[in-house]
């Protein structure tokens, strides 16, 4: 009996595949086969060295992403796989492509995506926009497609004038306003709201008010940073008064959380934040009672109060803020993890705390970014918009 051997591109799509068994712990499995499928040996080798030299999960799941998308757009749109360094022509192509006038566009169906382009990403499971992408989605890509490309040793034309022209003109062409993660800020009130629904004594009561309180205080941590904080990289400091001008004023616990790796620092950057008081209580109350000694600090409970060896996934830290917002009355589609976040800072801002000092916290980076929730409240506080209330 003749044995069936099947096509050769099948053959390398399952070689691709075991090779990226070696990211499991990265890459989300459930998409292993068609990642493989699209992706190229070269493709392959790149994301195993990425990760072979330290570069952080979240980062490398999502360059893994943004170059499967980058490879299945390019063979639709030019039949042909992506080439490395990309010309500059291909990268206004991706721009044209991906962002573009829709007025413009019902006028005229050959305005953004090719329909055909968009058939084949659509039942590739890649594209699921309507309309043009957030500029946001598109900067991200493009980074992505140019960091990639330095790691290869290339040099790409993503600094040339045209494409920097190109994006902004098309930015403004779509006329979408930049995009909040969350859209509304978890503000110290509404975290009084969730932190209501979580005083039990159940464990799972007890570890989402030590997630709350724990990512609002410690300077608005991302999903990431908490899903990824490990017992190892708490440190127990002296109690400090909770007057600082009045050593009279009763003492209360303190705590450095070593941030390490983060979306903006490196491990090497000694990225701490500091806890005081109740979250300090609240934290150490979840360690004990789930007997947490070493390991992930927040971890998966089952349904029979069954303690996980492993932590919470970013999704799920999520999702435990949405459960909470539900809980509280609130509506959960208008609220996420980076609610704590932004809220943090918006807090920080209706209490009178400076801006250096809550960055300090926050990690927060871009003076820019930190400062436009300043604004947006000295705006909501000030006298400007009152002129004729």
């Known amino acids: 009996?003749?044995?069936?051997?099947?096509?050769?591109?099948?053959?390398?799509?399952?070689?691709?595949?075991?090779?990226?068994?070696a990211l499991d712990a990265i890459l989300p499995f459930d998409r292993r086969d068609q990642l493989a499928a699209i992706l190229t040996d070269d493709d392959v080798a790149t994301l195993k060295h990425l990760a072979t030299e330290g570069m952080g999960?979240?980062?490398?799941?999502?360059?893994?992403?943004?170059?499967?998308?980058?490879?299945?757009?390019?063979?639709?749109?030019?039949?042909?796989?992506?080439?490395?360094?990309?010309?500059?022509?291909?990268?206004?192509?991706?721009?044209?492509?991906?962002?573009?006038?829709?007025?413009?566009?019902?006028?005229?169906?050959?305005?953004?995506?090719?329909?055909?382009?968009?058939?084949?990403?659509r039942t590739a499971g890649l594209l699921k926009a309507t309309g043009p992408h957030a500029p946001a989605t598109v900067r991200r890509r493009l980074t992505s497609w140019s960091i990639l490309t330095r790691w290869r040793g290339l040099s790409g034309a993503f600094a040339a004038p045209a494409l920097k022209s190109a994006l902004r003109l098309a930015v403004r062409a779509t006329g979408r306003p930049r995009q909040r993660k969350s859209k509304t800020a978890v503000t110290g009130d509404i975290l009084a709201q969730l932190i209501a629904t979580c005083t039990g004594n159940t464990l799972v009561d007890i570890r989402d008010r030590a997630i709350l309180?724990?990512?609002?205080?410690?300077?608005?941590?991302?999903?990431?940073?908490?899903a990824g904080l490990r017992v190892e990289d708490l440190q127990d400091e002296e109690p400090v008064q909770e007057n600082p001008a009045d050593p009279q004023s009763?003492?209360?616990?303190?705590?450095?959380?070593?941030?390490?790796?983060?979306?903006?620092?490196?491990?090497?950057d000694d990225a701490r934040s500091l806890l005081i008081g109740r979250p300090v209580v609240a934290l150490k109350r979840w360690l004990a009672q789930a007997d947490i000694a070493n390991g992930p600090v927040f971890r998966k409970i089952d349904q029979w109060g069954n303690i996980d060896r492993r932590g919470?996934?970013?999704?799920?830290?999520n999702l435990i803020v949405k459960s909470r917002c539900a809980k509280a009355g609130l509506d959960p589609d208008k609220f996420s993890a980076h609610g704590l976040r932004s809220g943090y800072l918006t807090e920080a801002a209706n209490r009178g705390v400076p801006l250096q000092e809550a960055m300090a916290q926050s990690q927060h980076k871009s003076m820019t970014q930190a400062a436009s929730y300043y604004n947006d409240q000295n705006r909501r506080n000030g006298r400007a918009a009152r002129l004729f209330t």
């Open 57 to 121: 999960a979240n980062t490398l799941r999502a360059l893994a992403s943004d170059l499967a998308y980058i490879e299945a757009w390019s063979m639709a749109a030019t039949g042909s796989p992506l080439p490395w360094p990309a010309p500059e022509s291909l990268l206004l192509k991706f721009v044209a492509h991906h962002l573009w006038d829709p007025v413009e566009r019902a006028d005229n169906p050959g305005h953004g995506m090719p329909i055909d382009v968009e058939a084949s990403m």
């Open 250 to 268: 009763p003492p209360l616990p303190c705590l450095i959380i070593n941030l390490g790796r983060t979306k903006t620092t490196s491990a090497d």
């Open 312 to 317: 919470l996934t970013p999704q799920s830290i």
């Open 1 to 21: 009996m003749q044995r069936l051997t099947p096509p050769k591109d099948v053959e390398e799509a399952l070689r691709r595949a075991e090779e990226l068994d």
């Open 213 to 226: 309180l724990t990512a609002f205080a410690s300077g608005g941590r991302r999903r990431s940073e908490l």
